[in-house]
């Protein structure tokens, strides 16, 4: 491996526009894989031309000429035996006027189009034909992801260089019987520089053996560095904590209800967890309204019954506010001691906070993330409950190790509404053991959705209003195109007026996350207690937000959202034994992918089936928050295309830790250089 300044050619401002495609090295340029390929190996006669392709044609050039019009051009007419087509040229520099001169014989490639005078070439590449130049190349031609100012041809000869002269060093970390028969080198080459005869589709998608190769490679990689770092939390000590007797039992006869089959389930596999002195990592997952708080109090219950803390924390304060109102009414009257953090209180009573939480007073604290921060000190941590988990990085969970009392870490429980496909799981949460609550509580009726376009707006306002003078709640949640908490507060706050004004008998309130903490949670408890008919809410209330007695939820703009979002929202509604209606108010018409995407939300209330597809239509940035998959960082691989891959990449990389332990690092090194490396005692 060499620095990019030792390839021929590169000079400072070529390594600075490498440096932004963050290639620093020969390795780097030999792992920048083409985004496409083009076949530039055959000239095609001009008669056999599809417009919309690009082609590599051979003529002479009949004549040029500047045919007047709104912009200048230059039209070079090149014919070869078999027809005829026009070069246009928008900005004529002296290399081509030297080149296109009639007479002269060239060799051109670019896209056809229809123009003026029918099949067109603009801005074509072209090549003077002398009786030096050489056959056409016999490879396919890479087209590389590229910045401004670094051209394909620039490109292409580097990585060429590297090609011969630094692939040959290139270690070969993957054990030769995983890499299925393909050599590392081998499969470079290939990919860069593949024959004509390669499946050109195949390439295109990524789905070429050669490619697979590398694909899987990386995969390995990334579960390598997930499965270091869940060893390295497990051989840290946590407290055991045998299972609750009196508090869960007191918690479950306080309630109204029973749990359901799956809470039981998933509420075993964490007392089994808590019992080692090991840290638990357990992700929870269970669809909107499968009943997790209840899943989360009990298993709280284990760590205060032998005088441990507990913190709980959530993305939002909404959200955050509910959870500490709703463990005050289950957790006070066994004589627990619950408190509330957040990034909002300030001096005196935030000094108060942090005293009780730190001497042991408080016992269960619940948060946002402001419980992450450094002056934060817990006398005796043993369990962190992080609940909507998709909403914060991976690496943060790392951060509460600090918190643990002495060598110990707390218990880490997990949970999320967002279902998350097995196989995202599986590189997202890979550290993480997974529960799923996959059953609803009794007597819920499913949520009917309809989907309405906008200029009937009006008559869905009407009917709303009808049903909330009623009795009945409903939630009107405003979006825009640009995902602003100003300008969606702005909007909601416009339709607040709006409404307000149009139906004065309502008894109407507004949420948006411009507003105080305090104010927001004096609204929403307003609606909990059936003194607002109608919510008027941003997509704050997009999480967790429990208030079983609304049965009403409209969602405007619902086109801009992704699907997994509309059914966090959706979720606000079905929480009772009401019937539920959900109308999605769109702005027609709807792109292809737009109506896909609201067909889906019609027909099913799975949120499972719903994370698949989102994780179809829209990848994985959008499903986990750009900021997670950032952090998974693939370069070759696609989850949503490589998924296939995924089970087998996480055997080889036990396998690789087991046998080849020396693989590891040069792996990591390879394929997650930025990634932070978990040193074992
Ligand atoms: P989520 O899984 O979305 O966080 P919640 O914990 O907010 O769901 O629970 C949704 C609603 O269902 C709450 O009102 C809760 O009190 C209620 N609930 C939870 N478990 C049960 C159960 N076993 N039977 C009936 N209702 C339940
Ligand atoms: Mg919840």
């Not at 009808?466 to 909601?492: F, M």
């Not at 067909?599 to 959008?622: H, Q, S, W």
């Amino acid at each position: 491996m060499a620095d990019i300044h030792q390839l021929k050619g590169v000079g400072n401002a070529s390594a600075a526009l490498l440096e932004k495609l963050n290639i620093f090295t020969t390795d780097d340029l030999l792992f920048h894989l083409p985004r496409d390929y083009e076949d530039r190996s055959t000239i095609i006669p001009m008669n056999q031309l599809i417009v919309g392709r690009s082609y590599l044609l051979e003529g002479i050039v009949r004549s040029i000429d500047f045919p007047p019009g709104k912009r200048k051009s230059m039209a070079v007419l090149l014919q070869d035996d078999f027809g005829k087509v026009t070069l246009r040229f928008y900005h004529v520099y002296k290399a081509l006027t030297d080149r296109a001169k009639a007479g002269n014989r060239l060799r051109i490639f670019g896209e056809v189009r229809v123009g003026a005078r029918g099949l067109e070439l603009y801005h074509p590449e072209i090549q003077l034909i002398t009786e030096h130049t050489p056959l056409p190349k016999t490879q396919l031609t890479a087209i590389y992801p590229s910045t401004d100012g670094l051209t394909q041809p620039k490109l292409r000869e580097y990585v060429k260089q590297a090609l011969q002269q630094y692939s040959d060093n290139l270690p070969e970390i993957l054990p030769k019987k995983f890499s299925n028969g393909f050599a590392l080198k081998q499969a470079l080459e290939y990919i860069h520089e593949p024959p004509v005869d390669a499946n050109m589709l195949q390439l295109a998608q990524g789905s070429h053996p050669a490619q697979q190769r590398l694909i899987f490679e990386e995969l390995v990689a990334h579960q390598i560095s997930l499965l270091t770092r869940r060893e390295y939390i497990r051989q840290i000590s946590a407290p055991a904590f045998k299972p609750s007797k009196k508090f869960a039992k007191q918690l479950l006869e306080s309630l109204p209800f029973k749990m359901t089959g799956a809470q039981k389930r998933v509420s075993k596999e964490i007392a089994d967890d808590l019992k080692q002195n090991k840290p638990m990592l357990r992700l929870v997952q269970g669809d909107v309204g499968a009943g997790k708080t209840l899943v989360a109090g009990i298993a709280a219950c284990h760590a205060l019954e032998e005088g441990w803390q507990v913190a709980l924390m959530a993305p939002t304060e909404i959200l955050a506010e509910q959870h500490y109102l709703n463990f005050k009414k289950w957790f006070e009257p066994l004589g627990l001691n619950v408190s509330w953090l957040s990034g909002k209180q300030k001096g005196k009573a935030r000094e108060k906070q942090e005293q009780i939480i730190k001497d042991g007073t408080a016992n269960l604290i619940v948060g946002t993330h402001a419980l992450f921060q450094d002056n934060v000190e817990f006398s005796k941590l043993g369990l962190v409950i992080i609940d909507e988990q998709h909403r914060f990085g991976v690496d943060q969970r790392l951060a509460l190790r600090n918190k643990g009392v002495d060598s110990t870490t707390p218990h880490q429980l997990v949970m999320t509404a967002t279902p998350i496909p097995r196989t995202l799981a599986m590189s997202a949460y890979g550290d993480l053991d997974t529960s799923v609550i996959d059953e609803l509580p009794p007597g819920r009726t499913p949520i009917q959705t309809v989907t309405i376009p906008l200029d009937r707006r009006e008559e869905v306002l009407q009917r709303i209003a009808t049903n909330c003078a009623e009795g009945k709640q409903a939630y009107w949640v405003c979006t825009l195109v640009e995902q602003s908490e100003t300008l969606d507060a702005q909007a909601a706050e416009a339709t607040y007026q709006e409404i307000r004004e149009r139906f004065p008998h309502l008894n109407i309130g507004l949420v948006h996350g411009k507003m105080k903490a305090d104010e927001k949670q004096a609204v929403m408890q307003q609606f909990k207690d059936n003194e607002l008919q109608l919510l008027i809410a941003t997509t704050v209330i997009e999480v967790g937000v429990d208030v079983p007695n609304a049965s009403i939820m409209v969602i405007e703009n619902a086109e801009r959202l992704g699907l997994s979002q509309l059914h966090q929202l959706r979720g606000r509604v079905g929480r009772g034994a009401k019937a539920s209606f959900c109308a999605l108010l769109y702005k027609a018409p709807l792109s292809q992918n737009g109506q896909e995407r609201l067909r889906i939300m019609r027909e099913t209330n799975d949120g499972f089936v719903i994370a698949e597809k989102d994780l179809e239509i829209r990848g994985p940035g959008e499903l986990l928050g750009t900021k997670q998959t950032g952090d998974m960082g693939f370069r070759v691989a696609k989850l949503e295309r490589d998924d296939h891959l995924l089970s087998q990449a996480h055997h080889v990389a036990g396998q690789i830790l087991k046998d080849y332990p020396e693989n590891v690092e040069p792996l990591l090194k390879r394929w997650l250089p930025e990634a932070p490396r978990y040193a074992f005692v």
